[in-house]
Each structure stands twice: as structure tokens, then as C-alpha cells.
């Protein structure tokens, strides 16, 4: 099934991912905050939110009540939320039971979009098990969907499967990001290309690489303040990937209200990137294919199952950190704040919990060893 999306949608979508603290609750979600992110996102013309289920402990759902369906026009805005049959290990009811769940939460009445969430090697078999395909299907029957896709964090090949498998799925959510567009492991551009030839439009997830192409390499900084001195670094990541055929929106799981107005400025009026600037983000990707950094895109699908309970992302990001601007000072101070009240990188025992959920297959064991020798 072809659809239309791309062209109807603006090209900035609101990941509900990472939505800002309370500064003195860290625990909690500062809604009165994401409110004005709202406000100023639907001023802006965009209407594309993106949550699920499993966001936040569903804290996320909450604050999309909160923040956006009790105020606003339920017909301004569109919402996604997903299905995971996974993380938790829900049995074939409670999976099931989660879109009752999302629409509680999040008092929606329906969901605009609707996704089967994380579809990986691991876990591909679960959703066919407990006839996910076919519930989706069933409920945009019933009218709580109005459209139904999944998002995908594996091999071209999978995707491939899938979209022949189950080629009425209306869209798909991939990782796409100009680091990861020659990847090996990710490999956004084959992915991108094997659903294009399948006719299906994309949502664009992890387009600043969990916020690490805000401040990328020193290399790559010196080359976009040379030719924009005053566009942010993560402009050119959003506008890289915006700027393709066949993208529905770019989720930027933005934290606060300054990252909300950064991106409405280049994003309110998107222009494409010009062939000149296509050039640098060639270049950039040149550096990036040179350097040696982990692709951890901090979706803490590992850490939950943790048994010392290691901040893994936040680990991974202080050996990141170390090794792409070699400033000892700066990657301890990242360790320490990342390990407050968790696990070190010493006391991983090796069960490989985390290496089975990592949707980027990063070998998570060597890399707590590598940083426990740095750090512990
Ligand atoms: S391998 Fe180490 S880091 Fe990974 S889940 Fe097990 S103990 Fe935690
Ligand atoms: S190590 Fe893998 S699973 Fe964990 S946060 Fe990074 S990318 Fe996600």
C-alpha cells in the first residue's frame, strides 16, 4: 500500500522520548515545560508527537495528556505510540492489552499512527507469536488506529522480509543519521533504500545519533561553523535527513524548550540542504568513517535487565567521549555522572543481557571492560 504522508506532514516531528526533568526531581517529567514545547510546535505548523508505550514507564503517554490532547484540537495534531512485545516480557494478553493502556494514558480515543516497536532479530518471532500483525490490522478496523507500521532496528535483509511479508504495514520508522548512513551495523542507507523500493514512506528516529551529532567531532564542528557560523550542529543532521525523498517527519526527541526553539528556527521553514552543503555532510561523513566511536544511540534497551544495574548508555558514552577528543578530564567527569547511584563498568559479570536487547549489536562486555580500565 502506498501512502501519502510525506507530503502532507511537516518534516519535524516531536519524539517524546527524552522530555525534560523537574530540577529537583529528576524523576519526573517537567510538564509545565513541555507544555510551551507544545505550544510552540503547533504554532511552528508541525503536528507529528511521537511516544509509546514503554517510554518513561509510561510517563510519557502521561505527559502527552497532559501537555497536548486535554489542550488542544484533537484534529491539530497526530500521534504515535507502539507496541512492545518485548521489553518486560509481556505475555500475548498483556501485549495486547497495551493499546487500551496507550489510549488511557494518553487519552487520545484513537492513535494517529500506530507501531510495532523495535522489530529485531531477537524479537521478530515474538510479534508473529502472539499475532501482533494481525491485531493491528484488527483494531484500524475498529477505528483506534488509523494507520499501522513498525519501527525496525536490524539487517536491510529483515526489512526486506518484513515489508514483502507484510507489505500493507503503511510506514515504517528507521534509524537514519548522515554517521550511520554507510554503517555496517545500522546501516541506515540500505535500509532506507529496501523501503523505498517497497513504496513505503519513512519516520526518520535517531537523526543526531542520540544527541551525539550535536556536538560532533571537533573536525566536523570546524567545518559547518566555517560555512554556517551560526546554524547549531544538529541542524545539519535534521536537515540531512528531512532534506530525502519519501520522509514523513524527523523525530528530534527534544529535552528542553531551548532544543524545541533551535529546532523550529531551520525547521519551521525547511529548506533542503543545497548541493554545497551536501558536499560537507559528505566530508563529515568522511571523518566519522575515519574516527573510532561506539554507535550507542542511548535507547537504554539494555539496561533494564541489567542485574548490577549499569548505567550501559552513559558508559558508553564517556568512552565516547574519550576517545573521539581524548580529554581525560571530560570522560571521567561523564563516567562519574553517568554511574550516580548505578553500577560500575568493573562490576559487569558477563551474562550478555545487554548484548541480546542492543538493537546496534555494540559488544557491550568488551566495552565495559575497555571502560572500567579507563574509569574504575
Ligand atoms: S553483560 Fe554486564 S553490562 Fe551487560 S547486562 Fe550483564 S552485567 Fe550488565
Ligand atoms: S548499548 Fe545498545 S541498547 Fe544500550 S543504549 Fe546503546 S544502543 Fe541502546
Redesign the pocket.
Known amino acids: 500500500m502506498n501512502t501519502n504522508f510525506a507530503d502532507t506532514t511537516k518534516k519535524l516531528g516531536f519524539g517524546l522520548m527524552r522530555l525534560p526533568k523537574l530540577p529537583e526531581d529528576k524523576t519526573k517529567i517537567d510538564v509545565e515545560q513541555v507544555k510551551e514545547m507544545v505550544d510552540l510546535f503547533l504554532d511552528a505548523g508541525c503536528t507529528y508527537f511521537d511516544t509509546a508505550y514503554v517510554y518513561d514507564g509510561g510517563a510519557s503517554e502521561a505527559a502527552a495528556k497532559e501537555a497536548l490532547i486535554d489542550r488542544h484540537d484533537r484534529e491539530s495534531f497526530t500521534i504515535a505510540t507502539k507496541l512492545n512485545a518485548w521489553l518486560g516480557k509481556p505475555d500475548e494478553a498483556s501485549a495486547k492489552k497495551q493499546l487500551e493502556t496507550s489510549l488511557e494514558r494518553t487519552g487520545a480515543r484513537y492513535i494517529d499512527f500506530y507501531l510495532l516497536h523495535a522489530l529485531q532479530l531477537n524479537n521478530k518471532t515474538i510479534y508473529e507469536d502472539y499475532g501482533l500483525w494481525d491485531f493491528v490490522r484488527e483494531q484500524k478496523k475498529k477505528g483506534l488506529i488509523k494507520h499501522w507500521g513498525f519501527s525496525f532496528h536490524a539487517t536491510p535483509e529483515m526489512l526486506d522480509e518484513l515489508l514483502t511479508k507484510y507489505d500493507d504495514a503503511e510506514f515504517v520508522q528507521l534509524q537514519i543519521n548522515y554517521a550511520d548512513w554507510e554503517n555496517e551495523n545500522i546501516a541506515s542507507r540500505r535500509c532506507y533504500e529496501v523501503a523505498r523500493k517497497h513504496g513505503k514512506e519513512i519516520v526518520v528516529m535517531e537523526p543526531v545519533k542520540?544527541g551525539m551529532l550535536a556536538t560532533p567531532p571537533p573536525k566536523i564542528q570546524e567545518l559547518f561553523k566555517k560555512e554556517l557560523p551560526d546554524a547549531s550542529f544538529a541542524s545539519w543532521a535534521i536537515r540531512y535527513v528531512a532534506s530525502m525523498e519519501g520522509i514523513i517527519t524527523v523525530l528530534s526527541g527534544m529535552s528542553d524548550l531551548e532544543q524545541m526553539k533551535d529546532n523550529l528556527s531551520y525547521m519551521k521553514d525547511f529548506q533542503p540542504l543545497t548541493a554545497r552543503e551536501q558536499e560537507l555532510i559528505a566530508e563529515a561523513q568522511r571523518i566519522i568513517a575515519e574516527s573510532d566511536t561506539?554507535?550507542?544511540?542511548?535507547?537504554?534497551?539494555?539496561?533494564p535487565g541489567c542485574p548490577v544495574n549499569i548505567a550501559?548508555?552513559g558508559v558508553?558514552r564517556a568512552v565516547n567521549e574519550w576517545r573521539v577528543y581524548q580529554n581525560k578530564a571530560q570522560a571521567d567527569r561523564r563516567y562519574m555522572f553517568s554511574t550516580q547511584g548505578s553500577g560500575l563498568a568493573k562490576d559487569c559479570i558477563a551474562c550478555g543481557q545487554?548484548e541480546g536487547?542492543?538493537?546496534?549489536?555494540?559488544p557491550?562486555i568488551s566495552?565495559m571492560r575497555e571502560a572500567a580500565g579507563l574509569f574504575d
Not at 536487547?357 to 555494540?362: D, G, K, R, V
Open positions: 542520540g561506539v554507535p550507542c544511540t542511548a535507547c537504554e534497551y539494555c539496561k550501559i548508555p558508553i545487554c536487547a542492543c538493537p546496534q549489536s555494540l557491550i566495552l
